[in-house]
């Protein structure tokens, strides 16, 4: 049973294109992360939701939208893609207060922009 | 700005010898530190954490050293296996819900 499972694991798209990547954990955590890592394997963090309300909005582009329908998921969408976009991107979760177990990751999405 | 520095791209241990991961940081303020491992497209997996609040950390065969006045932890793996190659990646936080990564360690553990 996965915990943190992300969808999809590859993603090849054009320029210009509006793109999803679904996460969903069944770990009953409140928090959730979307993390991006670049060409430079910088684990960088983007977003992060507790009880579906937004706590951190690094400086990203605003084509970048998360959104968490509810505290088991937080999807990813991307409006037109860049070349710049290309990287993989990183679905987390934790519980507040259990800062000794970090979190735990999906297995990420890798996202070609071509 | 790099705040967590992992300045070792790679490292290369014999089978049954300690491996010793290094991380450096910038701001005294990180109150708590987690190494995580990450084989090839997987994510990154927790390993061990450690607070500020400690100077030592034990799992197994996974021991965390922090030195607080050096801004440097430490990952030793002892003994290490070939199942331990994989890269490592440092994080330390400033609060409940961010962590800054390192760029990451890769280790080869050699038969």
């Known amino acids: 049973d996965t915990a943190v499972s992300q969808t999809p694991k590859y993603l090849v798209t054009q320029m210009g294109n509006d793109k999803s990547i679904k996460c969903e954990q069944n770990l009953g955590h409140d928090t959730m992360y979307w993390y991006k890592q670049d060409s430079k394997k910088f684990l960088k963090i983007m977003f992060s939701?507790?009880?579906?309300?937004?706590?951190i909005n690094e400086t990203v582009p605003n084509r970048f939208s998360p959104k968490s329908p509810d505290k088991a998921h937080l999807n990813l969408h991307i409006n037109s893609l860049e070349l710049g976009d290309s990287a993989v991107y990183f679905c987390a979760s934790s519980q507040e207060g259990d800062r000794a177990y970090g979190y735990t990751f999906g297995s990420g999405t890798r996202l070609t922009v071509v | 700005d790099q705040q967590v520095k992992q300045n070792s791209p790679s490292l290369s241990v014999q089978e049954g010898r300690i491996s010793i991961l290094n991380c450096d940081y910038t701001n005294s303020m990180f109150d708590y530190f987690l190494w995580y491992k990450k084989y090839p497209a997987e994510g990154p997996t927790f390993l061990i954490s450690?607070?500020?609040?400690?100077d030592k950390n034990e799992d197994g065969r996974f021991t965390v050293f922090l030195n607080k006045s050096a801004k440097h932890l430490s990952l030793h793996i002892v003994p290490s296996q070939p199942g331990d190659s994989a890269v490592y990646f440092c994080a330390a936080s400033l609060g409940t819900y961010k962590y800054i990564f390192g760029t990451g360690t890769r280790l080869k553990v050699l038969a």
């Open positions: 450690i607070s500020s609040i400690k």
């Open positions: 939701y507790n009880n579906k309300e937004l706590i």
